[in-house]
């Protein structure tokens, strides 16, 4: 029988119950048992839905609080020595808030801390926690939370297969934070031989538990390994091949590649495949899959949430269900973590669009019929489903509004020149200077200021038709009016507006835009209690009329420093979407980019000088392997320039990124040639200075000098020490002081010391350098 399962299942609740729960206990309005009762309830209607939806397994393991990869580093007892004199440890174990610091750097209980640095999980939107790695480190079993909620699942009667990280992903994930002695050098493969036995006795408590299969997750598989790390898989899985359980290797997020021999050839049980990102890679897998190996194919896409073509999936895999029998399972192409829960609470959806898509949910049913269909014991529902998923495509192919012909003529008379700046950086520099009349270390932010609850409530009474447009903009105007001033009186230098129009850093502009539409309840996870609600771009992207030019201009109407008008790049309202998949995706990224540039041309017309385009999801849209990235970043560089290169000399564009790796595209991070970049570097350290030891990077530079997603109030020195490491890579004449990211999840009570402190650290800054 060919065997339908999950790689992993949302965990936010299709109400955002764990979101609401954790942050409830942080703030002390819920205690722990509540809080862990909570995710009790979530695990049980999880499993349960899958267990009705037909799958033969409900998959164990995929739950966390706060992220997974962390979960992880606690369970091997992987906890950075900061942490450790604070940790309540019972019976050996870490508790949730020493998790909760090391993700927050602060909890309900224990001395705050500085928190782990946060990245991009491959090429997702999904946020991790880095693991902490250094020489002589040593591994435990020191979480028993995976042993429990295999006890949870199977006390509920249901049959278990428990996902885990694998071990060569979780420290290829993972940095070196200590540094070793002059003249050593080390490599944190070297950790594998302490932390294979503790994976052992892993799978073995699983066996004792009656566990008969363990899906491995090692996504890194789908990049580029050097051969030493091709030899350490060898190693590791013929070691972890020994023990008492049935291991399924999960390669997602992309092709095998060149480790295509070796993912079948290792002493697993099983291998799964993405075939939805690498649909080509099936064949060759059939061919060189040992005999007795399970191969099971993702072959429903769990990261976009389009309808599945289940006709064309049936024909396409019947080679496979032919040659390998009831040796072919069933799966998504990942987990279903970044996929909205249940498309059933999408109420206010135009019918035909809702009948195009399908979230975990449903998904979970289009897994179990394509199951069925292959081996011929299809059900009459799974024929309707059938019937209706080919009628669906059908429309949706013929659906002519979501095609206009005046965006593909204005695409086509895209001209080199327009994505050009009229002059290089140094004769605009002193035309921006002039204009702008910034000082030495001029101070920022990165646009938002704090969401309040006032502010979410009079934008939440608006939306509902409780409060008229004119109460509604009037209130807005006094939220703007007030963070000037605020910004006025802590001493910045180029202020913004903060933001409190605006529900998402996507979405606000996705709904000005045509092309894309939006859900009510269709929330994911970014990271820790941080959910965001990607729109969904169904045909071409043109912009009606101006989207920010009002509120901007209202702003700089208020002071006589400098205000920044505020936009998210191409790119990033590109990857933060769910996109279309009927054309490429550069040609969307394209439409995007020449809407934008509109909006640009309208700021600078009502007198702002400055303006920021964002693009955070710049790396994150980078190609696993690097082969890919030449072509991704020729387009994706250009998208930005076409939006923001139609600007005269005195205007200052401005672009952010943040908490992802840098490094090693810096070079096209100059090629946008955007005036300043402010970038995220306080969680580690600075390390994106690293890349400019051999690099001269030719603009102006904020490196991120606190990290906004610890409650944590940086002090003046700590700020001042990292601008000091930023000097000796950049001269100070190019250097920005601004926090690494947007302030509106913090409170007021948190930022204001904190800018208080970064002005003055600028202060300090300009005295020692003026």
Known sequence: ???????????????????RATEAYWQGGLDRVSLEATGAELRQRHWAQQREAGLDWVTVGDFAFYDQVLDLSVMLGAVPGRFQADQEIADGQVDLDTAFRMARGRAPSGEPAAACEMTKYFDTNYHYLVPELH?????RLASSALFDQVDEALAAGHPVKVTLLGPLTWLWLGKIRDEPPAGEEFDRLALLEALLPVYGEILTRLAEQGVEWVQ??????????????????ERAYHVLGGAPVKLLLASVYGGLGDNLGLAVNLPVAGLHIDAVRAPEQLEAVLDRLPAYKVLSAGAIDGRNVWRADLARLRDSLMEARRRLGERLWLSASCSLLHVPVDLDNERELAPDLKRWLAFARQKLDEIVTLARLLEGRDTPRDRERLEAASLALQARREAVQLHRPAVAER???????????????????VAQRRALNLPLFPTTTIGSFPQTTEIRATRRDFKHGALSVEAYEARMREEIAETVVRQESLGLDMLVHGEAERNDMVEYFGEQLEGYVFTANGWV??????????????????????????????????T???????????VTMLQWAFVRDDQPREVTCRQIALALRDEVLDLEAAGIRAIQIDEPALREGLPLRRAEWPGYLAWAVECFRLAASGVSDATQIHTHMCYAEFNDIIDAIAALDADVITIETSRSAMELLDAFRDFAYPNEIGPGVYDIHSPNIPEVAWMIALMGKAAERIPVERLWVNPDCGLKTRGWAEVAPA???MVEAARTLRQRHG
Request: proline residues 10%; glycine residues 10%.
């Open 1 to 19: 029988m060919t065997l339908a399962h999950i790689a992993g299942y949302p965990r936010i609740g299709a109400g955002r119950e764990l979101k």
């Open 135 to 139: 020489a002589g480190q040593s591994f």
């Open 216 to 233: 491995l997750d090692e996504p890194a598989l789908v990049q580029d390994l050097p051969r030493a790390w091709q030899q350490a898989y």
């Open 411 to 429: 695409l086509g008379g895209v001209r080199p020149e327009d994505t050009q700046r009229a002059s290089a950086y140094p004769q605009r520099a």
């Open 525 to 558: 996870q970014s990271y820790g209690s941080r959910c965001v609600k990607p729109p969904v771009i169904v045909g071409d992207v043109s912009r009606p009329g101006p989207m920010t030019v009002r509120w901007s201009k209202h702003a700089q109407s208020l």
């Open 560 to 570: 006589d420093r400098p205000m920044k008008g505020m936009l998210t790049g191409p």
């Open 755 to 757: 800018l208080a402190n």
